[in-house]
């Protein structure tokens, strides 16, 4: 009895390490979505400090054992000892964890035994409104420790949203001149004043305010001005020193890292001066705090007439304009003069219709004369034409208008000439050689032609009817040779006789056949049974010509020495 009970414990202990932990099921339940009601007994739950699992990959995890607790941080880099505070023989670990940054907190609930499984109901908690997770927040793990269960557990995952954080800190900026009793964000000064710049914050948000600064993040160039702080980092004086615009920025910043900024902007008027003074900016935008690039652009000024030249930043002339960039702006300074001269901007990118637009302010005597910008799409490569700049004045007329297109003379329609009737069909039929192989000469030699406008335009005519007969195998049939490629009507096949056009056309069709090549169509096709000699009439064209002459000629059945056979 003894020994049998012993093999029983045995069998016992060895197929209790063969079986499986429980299966392990998670369930996320959205805001809207319906929850299933489970009915059971409720789980006691004891919450261990959950800084003992910091660190720990997300999932939901029951630990039973101490291979469940090594599955657990497998990876991890490194593996905490097993807590000496869970009993494992009648306790068990139920820990859940997530790395989404948009949640906030991870908590368990409530537990509910039934028959087949354990539920575990988990509440998740978003970041709400205005919040920042902290790199150092461990809310997104949570731990309990209950007795142990050898059944299935469900975990049940419910969002909801977390309560708002407020608004990020509203940073606020003015500035004034040193004699002036009101703060604006913008402000007009002249070269040589001081101005002063103060920072306001308000923070309406469950954060604290950590931060606040002011920095000059823009100025014209061959400005040295700096700011000077004389009462804490909200407050700091400035000197203008020099012609253009100033970005003075203030920037306020809580403990979760959320910042407000604000810009103030100086234009500082130029001196009185004959000079001109041209200054490009862009409106609808903050260039103190550009997300994506501006346009290229280039301000160019341009002499008149055809040898004009061109000045810009990237092109200066001496004596024409002095050109500097800074930033997304261009000043440029045109030398006192009685010039007109043309302004344009030359787009390098393009510019979305609703993008940042571009301004050109013209300044003269200390005044503004022209302020101008162009709200239009452009493509890269596009001008926009400003006006023309008279220098004395500083005031722009509107651009000239591209010159219209010369229009061509009407030309009179020339009196069709008179052509006579075409001669009868047999100045075309094909007649056969006399018996005995006798040559029967034509009554007029041949006489070689040009082009046909060499001929006139009767000849032109008869060029085409000429060639109409001769081009049979052109696609389609009724492709008619080009008056002017060819010199003789009866050219061979060959290089020979000399009447061959010279240079030889590269390309079929580009000169009249030969009458070799026409005789298959005018014989009735390659079928058609080809006698030894056969005689041709055709029509030679002279300029001076009144009418049109036959000739009628012989062909041998084979032609000069390496030239095509006639049935070929």
């Not at 059971?40 to 054992?65: E, I, K, N, T, W």
């Not at 004009?308 to 500097?324: F, H, M, T, Y």
Request: aromatic residues 4%.
């Amino acid at each position: 009895m003894r020994s049998l009970s012993l093999v029983l414990v045995l069998a016992a202990l060895i197929g209790g390490a063969c079986v499986p932990a429980p299966p392990i099921t998670v369930v996320h339940v959205g805001k809207s979505d319906a929850r299933d009601e489970v009915t059971g007994d409720a789980v006691a739950l004891r919450r261990p400090a959950a800084d003992a699992y910091a660190g720990v990959r997300g999932g939901a995890y029951v630990v039973r054992s101490g291979d469940d607790w090594q599955k657990m941080w497998r990876h991890a880099s490194e593996q905490p000892a097993f807590p000496a505070t869970v009993d494992t023989t009648a306790e068990m670990l139920v820990l859940v964890a997530t790395e989404d940054a948009i949640v906030s907190q991870l908590t368990i609930k409530h537990a509910v035994e039934t028959a087949e499984a354990v539920t575990v109901f988990v509440r998740q908690t978003m970041l709400g409104e205005g919040c920042v997770r902290k790199s150092d927040d461990r809310a997104g793990v949570d731990a309990v420790v209950t007795r142990r269960v050898d059944k299935p557990v469900r975990f049940y995952i419910e969002d909801e949203d977390g309560p708002s954080c407020g608004e990020p800190p509203k940073a606020e900026i003015g500035c004034r001149l040193a004699t002036a009793q009101s703060w604006n964000a913008k402000l007009t000064a002249k070269a040589g004043d001081v101005i002063e710049c103060e920072l306001s914050t308000v923070a309406t948000g469950k954060y604290e305010l950590v931060d606040q600064m002011l920095t000059l993040v823009d100025a014209p160039p061959g400005s040295n001005a700096k700011l000077a702080f004389s009462r804490g980092p909200t407050r700091a004086t400035l000197a203008l020193d020099a012609f253009g615009t100033y970005a003075v920025r203030a920037e306020a910043t809580d403990e979760a890292g959320r910042k407000g900024r604000a810009t103030a902007f100086i234009d500082v008027l130029p001196k009185k001066t004959k000079d001109v003074l041209l200054q490009l900016t862009w409106s609808d935008v903050d260039t103190s705090e550009l997300i994506t690039p501006l346009p290229r652009v280039l301000l160019r000024v341009t002499q008149e007439g055809p040898r004009g030249q061109r000045c810009s930043a990237e092109v200066p002339i001496p004596g024409l304009c002095d050109a500097k960039t800074r930033g997304p702006y261009t000043y440029m300074k045109i030398p006192a003069s009685r010039r007109k001269l043309p302004v344009s901007l030359l787009y390098l990118d393009e510019r979305a219709q609703e993008g940042p637009s571009p301004c050109v302010n013209v300044w003269f005597n200390g005044e503004r004369t022209v302020s101008s910008c162009d709200r239009d799409h452009r493509h890269a490569e596009d001008r926009w034409e400003i006006g023309t700049l008279e220098t004395w004045t500083g005031k722009l007329a509107a651009p000239k208008p591209p010159p219209a297109p010369k229009a061509r003379p009407a030309r009179s329609p020339e009196p069709a000439p008179s052509v006579p009737a075409a001669p009868a069909a047999p100045s075309r039929r094909l007649r056969p050689a006399r018996a005995g192989g006798a040559r029967r000469r034509s009554r007029a030699p041949a006489r070689r032609v040009g082009s046909a406008r060499e001929a006139g335009p009767r000849a032109e005519r008869v060029f085409e009817e000429v060639g109409a007969l001769a081009t049979y195998w052109q696609k389609p049939l009724t492709q008619r040779v080009v008056p002017g490629h060819w010199a003789f009507v009866r050219q061979p096949s060959t290089h020979w006789p000399p009447v061959q056009i010279s240079p030889e056309p590269s390309l079929p069709g580009l000169h009249c056949p030969s009458e070799a090549h026409a005789l298959p169509l005018l014989l009735g096709g390659a079928g058609a049974s080809t006698p030894s000699s056969v005689s041709v009439s055709v029509s030679s064209v002279s300029s001076t010509s009144s009418g049109i002459d036959d000739e009628r000629v012989e062909l041998p059945e084979h032609g000069p020495p390496g030239s095509l056979p006639l049935n070929s």
